[in-house]
């Protein structure tokens, strides 16, 4: 019996109709072989396996799956105390049934016995004294709830302080499993709560307690967590930290504080896996409550720093990531980089525990990073070029470190500006390094070798290109590499197409194709095998793609060839197609009038000459194309692209050429446009500012203003929205065929989760003789941080044809998203004036309570007719002080959704100073950026 499961496990459909049975009939005898107490425990056991393996072929709906764990259950109950391998076994189907069925996210019956069935094995200490086989079924019960916890986050929200209890009291090794499944469930309660806009402190406190009522109520109002937040909740840390849901608890947190602070102290009984496993859900948990500092891990610091545990060294560095200098120092900084370089090249590790060091090197969170986070590969500030010494790559090195040391080093040199100076002593010995790699690749390499070595020429291309004396010095080396080893052309042309494709701007795939092209033609066909030939004449098709190589000594060495050919034995099938892959390209070559006859002769000749029927019909044909038809339909008819009629491009097919439908194909098919046709421009928006008198000066005091513009923001889209006005032009060269557009849909895509995504816009028809078309492009921000949108439109022409192109990227700044202060109609500059002094108030005093608020200092030197101007141009729209007050000017910026700027602009002896106040300390950034820009702006039109 136990057999045929086996194979039904290996294959249902084939056993199903094998025995011609039915899953539902293979179900109901599972049940009842387990349900028969003559079997034997290991049998019951191995018939479970269908159960973990195949869940919704035997239970193909979620009823189904309720009452086959319903049977489970039942049998899990008549099991004699003893099997405690089959009483395991049981738990583990029951779990995959109810999670693979779905009955898990229902919360059905079915559900709710299991956990109540779960929690009283975990709860049962009975076999506490007794030997660790026994203890196996509670660490089962552990399991089976932590997996359950994890596909339905939130579910065992209301058994917090019982985990928690339970995790106290447990002393056995069973210790670790109650401590990952009370983090996971503490993790998963406070994302919950987190995604309420309605939870607040009172229910953190209750979920902590085990208010039961509380939190079942917390969890029917945030039904649980939503499909879509499941992506997040894998790990938050690893995201943007501004996506972070929070929970404004203030600093009152000394329950959840006293929760964290007990597991961290429990920490060190636990596994390096297990340790790293909690300490990651802690660190959420913490990023999740700013009223928890992050300093809570300042003591689990220093065991961390000097692990050699590559688990607790990655959440470490995670743990760099979430919290910065927050939490570390400038010198626990240099320590962490400084022990990943030693761990990089450490002789006792093994090569993958290097290479995620040194990932680590290119990934490293910095306290104060330079760029954006957007996982490029950078260097962090303190790896210096000497400190990178300990990572110089060696020809006795693997390829893969190798390469990776090879890699690094390049970004440090580049990073140091090495890469700009000829006599640079690391950029020397990067080159000499990969020189000696060209050696042994020509002494006979291996295949390993050849392709590590073309992988690290690739890397050093693509950040040292530019530079004339090593790039050239690099060719000639190739052209003497493939003249001794032609069996390397592959490697070759991929090395040329893919430095093409990643520097689209350098000539140097140009220079090594006409190098080989030189090399090649001036080799003697004496001497030439087969072999040699083929791999020539396909460096010479590479090299007869680019326009801007002569092809006059191809077409000599081919002419040579094709006489060689035809007097000898070299007049195979495989040549002439080599021969004519090289003559294909040449008859789409921009050149193609200055060898037209010198190509018309090779054609010939193989035509008639030629000993394979197959090449000379195919030399026939391209002679007759060559000679009866122009330049262009030439190019359009071989290169299945495009033709040319005036200035209408199309894309045709050889298929279409001719052909009676070609008109009615066209205009029921978009046409992709190659060439840009219309763009957006950015209006400049000159509004004139006028005063308004304070006509509540007297009725409203500093509270009440306050208490008034909070109120406002009660209804969620009030001011969450930036629009900026756009206008729809034509661009590039004139075409008379675009002059006139209809119907024009304008789609724009987000290139990250900052904004909302946006509509496409529909604009009715756009003429180049009228006046452009306003475009008013609406962006509601999630977080005002500057992004760039993708644009593409479609829109139908005068003749019925419907096109599709690709607009210019926008750029939408971080000044453009600023707005005036939303306050009430009737408000005046006294009131806002008011609001500004309450707004500083309250950062200033809370700045060290709320880790959201912040405050800052920006200083530069202005002349003050220079600062008149950066202020009339910059901020006067977000005044808030009275003019005749110049000696200290208050600026209030609000960002939606519900951020705030607040500047105070201050003259001293030698400088001005920004004093900056805002309520979401993520912002400062990019305000000092702004700030530097404005003022650098200012300074120099002044």
């Avoid at 950078?378 to 790559?393: E, K, M, R």
């Avoid at 203003?705 to 209804?715: E, H, I, K, L, N």
């Avoid at 030698?910 to 003022?935: E, G, K, R, Y």
């Amino acid at each position: 019996m136990a057999a045929q499961w086996a194979v039904f496990c290996s294959s249902p459909t084939h056993f199903l109709s094998a025995t011609g049975t039915t899953a539902e009939a293979v179900l109901a005898e599972l049940l009842r072989e387990l349900r028969d107490d003559r079997a034997a425990d290991n049998v019951k056991v191995l018939l479970l396996g269908p159960f973990c393996e195949q869940p919704l072929v035997l239970c193909p709906s979620h009823s189904v799956g309720e009452e086959t764990a319903l049977e489970l259950m039942s049998v899990y109950v008549q099991c004699p105390p003893k099997a405690l391998s089959l009483r395991c076994h049981l738990l583990l189907a029951i779990t995959c049934v109810l999670i693979s069925t779905e009955c898990v996210s229902r919360r059905s019956y079915a559900t709710n016995d299991f956990l109540e069935l779960l929690l009283q094995i975990v709860q049962d200490t009975s076999e506490l004294h007794s030997d660790s086989m026994s203890r196996s079924v509670r660490a089962t019960a552990c399991d089976c709830m932590r997996e359950l916890e994890a596909c339905c986050p939130g579910l065992l929200s209301q058994y917090l302080e019982l985990l928690g209890g339970l995790r106290q009291r447990e002393i056995s090794r069973l210790h670790q499993a109650y401590c990952d499944l009370y983090t996971l469930v503490l993790r998963n309660a406070v994302f919950q709560l987190a995604q309420d806009t309605g939870a607040g402190p009172c229910h953190l406190k209750a979920i902590l307690e085990g208010d039961t009522s509380v939190a079942c109520e917390v969890t029917q109002d945030s039904d649980l967590i939503k499909s879509k937040d499941l992506g997040a909740l894998s790990s938050l840390v690893l995201g943007p930290m501004g996506a972070v849901p929070t929970i404004h608890t203030g600093p009152d947190c000394k329950e959840l504080r006293s929760v964290l602070s007990s597991l961290l102290e429990d920490s060190y009984l636990l596994t390096p896996l297990a340790q790293a496993a909690l300490l990651h859900r802690l660190i959420e948990v913490v990023a999740m409550v700013p009223g928890v500092l992050p300093a809570i891990f300042r003591t689990q610091l220093l065991r961390l720093l000097g692990t050699n545990e590559i688990s607790l060294l990655h959440t470490t560095l995670l743990m760099k990531s979430a919290f910065t200098d927050s939490l570390f120092s400038a010198e626990d900084e240099a320590f962490i980089l400084k022990r990943l370089v030693v761990l990089s090249q450490h002789p006792l590790l093994c090569t993958p525990e290097k290479l995620f060091y040194m990932h680590c090197l290119l990934h490293f969170p910095e306290n104060r990073p330079i760029g954006c986070g957007d996982g490029d590969e950078t260097l962090p500030v303190l790896l210096t070029p000497q400190l990178a010494t300990a990572l110089v790559p060696t020809v006795f090195n693997d390829s893969v470190t190798m390469l990776a040391r090879f890699n690094l080093l390049s970004l440090v040199y580049l990073e140091n500006g090495e890469g700009e100076e000829e006599e640079g002593r690391g950029l020397a010995y990067l080159y000499e390094h990969l020189a000696t790699f060209l050696g042994i690749v020509g002494n006979g390499g291996n295949r390993e070798i050849v392709t590590t070595f073309f992988r690290a020429a690739f890397l050093f291309l693509s950040y040292f290109g530019h530079i004339e004396t090593y790039s050239s010095s690099l060719i000639n080396h190739l052209c003497k590499l493939y003249l001794n080893h032609t069996h390397v052309a592959p490697h070759l042309i991929n090395l040329a197409n893919e430095t093409q494709n990643k520097l689209p701007d350098s000539s140097w795939t140009v220079a090594l194709l006409q190098g080989f092209q030189r090399t090649i033609t001036k080799d003697s066909l004496s001497r030439l095998t087969t072999q040699e030939l083929n791999c020539h004449l396909k460096i010479l098709a590479r090299a007869a793609d680019e326009g801007e190589i002569p092809q006059h000594s191809t077409l000599h060495f081919l002419s040579a060839v094709v006489v060689a050919s035809s007097a000898s034995l070299l007049g195979n099938w495989r040549l002439g197609n080599s021969i004519l892959a090289v003559c294909r390209r040449l008859l789409t070559h921009p050149g193609l009038d200055t060898f037209l006859v010198p190509l018309a002769d090779v054609l010939q000749h193989m035509a008639t000459s030629y000993r394979d029927t197959d090449i000379r019909d195919h030399s026939r044909l391209y002679y007759t194309l060559l000679t009866n038809l122009s330049k262009e339909k030439l190019a359009g008819m071989l290169e299945r692209g495009t033709a040319t009629e005036g200035d209408h491009i199309k894309k045709r097919t050889l298929s279409c050429i001719v052909t009676e439908s070609e008109g009615q194909s066209c205009i029921l098919t978009i046409q992709t446009m190659e060439k840009e046709v219309i763009k957006l421009i950015e209006l400049q928006a000159f509004e004139t500012h006028q005063k308004s008198e304070d006509v509540m000066d007297c009725t409203y005091d500093s509270v009440e203003v306050m208490a008034a513009y909070r109120t406002q923001f009660d209804s969620p889209d009030f001011a969450s929205e930036v629009t900026i006005n756009y206008q729809l032009v034509h661009s590039g060269e004139r075409d008379s065929h675009f002059d006139h557009l209809f119907s024009i849909c304008l789609h724009l895509s987000l290139t990250d989760e900052h904004y909302e995504e946006l509509s496409d816009i529909s604009l009715p028809c756009l003429f180049r003789e009228r006046p452009p078309s306003m475009v008013k492009l609406k962006l509601k921000p999630r977080q005002p941080y500057p992004t760039t949108l993708h644009a593409s439109a479609v829109f139908t022409t005068q003749e019925g044809l419907t096109w599709y192109s690709a607009l210019p990227d926008i750029h939408i700044t971080f000044q453009q998203t600023f707005c005036p202060v939303p306050v009430p109609k009737a408000w005046g500059r006294l009131n806002k004036l008011k609001l500004f002094d309450a707004l500083w108030q309250e950062i200033c005093t809370e700045c060290e309570d709320v880790v959201e608020f912040a405050t800052s200092l920006f200083c530069c030197q202005l002349e003050k007719d220079e600062l008149d101007a950066v202020v009339d141009k910059h901020f006067k729209p977000f005044l808030v002080s009275d003019d005749s007050a110049r000696e200290e000017l208050k600026v209030l910026v609000f960002l939606p959704p519900l951020s705030h700027m607040l500047l105070k602009i201050r003259c001293e002896e030698d400088a001005v100073n920004f004093d900056i106040a805002t309520d979401n300390w993520h912002l400062l950034p990019h305000i000092s950026s702004f700030l530097q820009a404005s003022t650098s702006a200012g300074k120099t039109h002044c």
